[in-house]
């Protein structure tokens, strides 16, 4: 009886949330010319507009939630473009959101999402186990390149036979790196916390050792509470409010029992989950507000703290240039710092591309779900990078990486993306600063 008195609250708590926001909305249009979805389809539903009607007629009762109308809502990768460009200071994304969990409040949460949001995702051996399976048949049997003969198969799973997937880790960033590392020289400057994110501790472990090799080797003391969970950004966007509140409060508690006086993320989605959506989900408090205070990009951290030395930094030979992640420019205004990091690297010749902030479409989980469009809007951020002519495209979002790796081996070019601390660290390393 109380979880369907709570369900109906939270609905109606849903609808009004987004009620506030699309009552703003004056539908100008102005986010028909920004929004990299509705550029692929031309389609008003898919449009923030469009969305912000959508939801008008949700909220007084003259639509139904059809296939149709859930379809819409679904198109969105959540980039903030439009909020940006909106005169009226509209967050349609936030609509998009509200409908999204007001929907599983009428639906319920599909099986396998309820399985991984609520299941899976708090027991870590699982996923950790699976990604070791993954890594090691990536390795021995069929490696990751296009002639792999396994892609074949790839289709039964529900992705696309072209798509290159990045290697997996075969032992997790977590179970390498101890939960706490000692600052190498120097006496101690700060305690700080590390929220690896999912992709850090299981596929780009090189970013994790990175962070604790550059903060280590400038005097900082470095915790990696081991029982961290995914920060729930893919689980909120999915539509599982109440399974996103969970995981946030999980890990607000957990990192409150550390003493830390900064918690800084090498993930784009992680650091504004951390310092922002985290609001949503968590009871406000001065403990709350002092958490998401002291949460940092590891670039933003870095620029603001750290000084390097000219002779502490080895020369890396390269043209770079840098795509802004939408939850790094637009989610957290973290702009200058990573450019700033490049651009004192010697040897670095940092070129500015056409664009940089635009969406490179892989949105998390929706180049999963939205494979062909994410990779339409790819390809306008493909060709800005090849125009560019530069030799690596740095950024710090996982999905970025992964969705531009992707498409730039699709298109058989000769850039790779990499993430800037990962850089940084190598041009640290070859100086032996770290
Ligand atoms: S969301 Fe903003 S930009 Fe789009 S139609 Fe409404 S007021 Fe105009
Ligand atoms: S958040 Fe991005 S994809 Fe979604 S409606 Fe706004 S501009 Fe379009």
């Given at each position: 009886?109380?979880?369907?008195?709570?369900?109906?609250q939270?609905?109606?708590?849903?609808?009004?949330?987004?009620?506030?926001?699309?009552?703003?909305?004056?539908?100008?249009?102005?986010?028909r010319?920004?929004?990299?979805?509705?550029?692929?389809f031309?389609?008003?539903?898919?449009?923030?507009?469009?969305?912000?009607?959508?939801?008008?007629?949700i909220?007084?009762?003259?639509?139904?939630?059809?296939?149709?109308?859930e379809?819409?809502?679904?198109?969105?990768?959540?980039?903030k473009?439009?909020?940006?460009?909106?005169?009226?200071g509209?967050?349609?994304?936030?609509?998009?959101?509200?409908?999204?969990?007001?929907?599983?409040?009428?639906?319920?949460?599909?099986?396998?999402?309820?399985?991984?949001?609520?299941?899976?995702?708090?027991?870590?051996?699982?996923?950790?186990?699976g990604?070791?399976?993954?890594?090691?048949?990536?390795?021995?049997?069929f490696?990751?390149?296009?002639?792999?003969?396994?892609?074949?198969?790839?289709?039964?799973?529900?992705?696309?036979?072209?798509?290159?997937?990045?290697?997996?880790?075969?032992?997790?960033?977590?179970?390498?790196?101890?939960e706490?590392?000692?600052?190498?020289?120097?006496?101690?400057?700060?305690?700080?916390?590390?929220?690896?994110?999912?992709?850090?501790?299981?596929?780009?472990?090189?970013?994790?050792?990175?962070?604790?090799?550059v903060?280590?080797g400038?005097?900082?003391?470095?915790?990696?509470?081991?029982?961290q969970?995914c920060?729930?950004?893919?689980?909120?966007?999915?539509?599982?409010?109440?399974?996103?509140k969970k995981?946030?409060?999980?890990n607000?508690?957990?990192?409150?029992k550390?003493?830390?006086?900064?918690?800084?993320?090498?993930?784009?989605?992680?650091?504004?989950?951390?310092?922002?959506?985290?609001?949503?989900f968590?009871?406000?408090?001065?403990?709350l507000?002092?958490?998401?205070?002291?949460?940092?990009?590891i670039?933003?951290?870095?620029?603001?703290?750290?000084?390097?030395?000219?002779?502490?930094?080895?020369?890396?030979?390269?043209k770079?240039?840098y795509?802004?992640?939408?939850?790094m420019?637009?989610?957290?205004?973290?702009?200058?710092?990573?450019?700033?990091?490049?651009?004192?690297?010697?040897?670095?010749?940092?070129?500015?591309?056409?664009n940089?902030?635009t969406?490179?479409?892989?949105?998390?989980?929706?180049?999963?779900?939205?494979?062909?469009?994410?990779?339409?809007?790819?390809?306008?951020?493909?060709?800005?990078?090849?125009?560019?002519?530069?030799?690596?495209?740095?950024?710090?979002?996982?999905?970025?990486?992964?969705?531009?790796?992707?498409?730039?081996?699709?298109?058989?070019?000769?850039?790779?993306?990499?993430?800037?601390?990962?850089i940084?660290?190598?041009?640290?390393?070859?100086?032996?600063?770290?």
């Amino acid at each position: 009886m109380n979880a369907k008195i709570s369900q109906k609250q939270l609905a109606e708590d849903h609808l009004l949330e987004a009620a506030k926001e699309f009552q703003k909305c004056m539908q100008c249009g102005k986010c028909r010319s920004v929004c990299p979805v509705f550029k692929e389809f031309g389609n008003e539903l898919f449009v923030a507009r469009g969305k912000n009607k959508l939801a008008e007629k949700i909220v007084s009762g003259d639509l139904q939630i059809t296939q149709r109308v859930e379809d819409a809502i679904n198109e969105c990768l959540n980039c903030k473009t439009c909020s940006a460009n909106c005169p009226a200071g509209v967050s349609p994304e936030h609509v998009v959101l509200r409908l999204r969990w007001y929907i599983t409040t009428q639906k319920g949460l599909h099986f396998f999402k309820a399985l991984i949001f609520r299941q899976l995702l708090w027991r870590k051996w699982p996923i950790t186990l699976g990604c070791a399976v993954v890594a090691i048949a990536q390795r021995v049997l069929f490696g990751i390149g296009p002639k792999n003969p396994v892609r074949h198969l790839f289709p039964l799973f529900g992705f696309a036979k072209r798509r290159n997937f990045p290697e997996l880790a075969i032992r997790s960033a977590q179970s390498q790196l101890p939960e706490v590392s000692p600052p190498k020289k120097g006496p101690r400057k700060a305690r700080i916390g590390y929220f690896t994110g999912c992709a850090g501790n299981l596929i780009y472990t090189n970013v994790a050792k990175s962070v604790v090799d550059v903060l280590t080797g400038y005097g900082y003391e470095v915790v990696i509470p081991k029982k961290q969970k995914c920060n729930g950004t893919p689980v909120l966007a999915n539509g599982d409010y109440e399974g996103a509140k969970k995981l946030m409060q999980y890990n607000f508690d957990l990192f409150q029992k550390y003493d830390l006086d900064a918690i800084v993320v090498a993930c784009s989605s992680c650091g504004m989950s951390l310092k922002k959506e985290i609001k949503v989900f968590v009871d406000d408090s001065p403990e709350l507000r002092e958490f998401t205070g002291k949460v940092f990009d590891i670039n933003e951290f870095i620029e603001k703290n750290i000084e390097f030395k000219p002779e502490e930094l080895g020369r890396i030979p390269y043209k770079i240039t840098y795509h802004d992640p939408c939850h790094m420019v637009r989610g957290q205004g973290v702009k200058d710092q990573p450019r700033e990091i490049l651009k004192r690297i010697p040897g670095v010749e940092f070129k500015e591309m056409k664009n940089a902030d635009t969406c490179c479409g892989s949105a998390g989980s929706y180049c999963i779900t939205h494979y062909e469009t994410s990779i339409k809007i790819n390809n306008h951020k493909v060709k800005d990078i090849q125009d560019a002519d530069v030799d690596l495209v740095a950024t710090a979002c996982p999905t970025c990486v992964m969705h531009i790796n992707d498409n730039l081996a699709q298109h058989e070019s000769k850039e790779t993306s990499k993430f800037v601390i990962e850089i940084l660290a190598d041009s640290l390393r070859a100086a032996k600063t770290i």
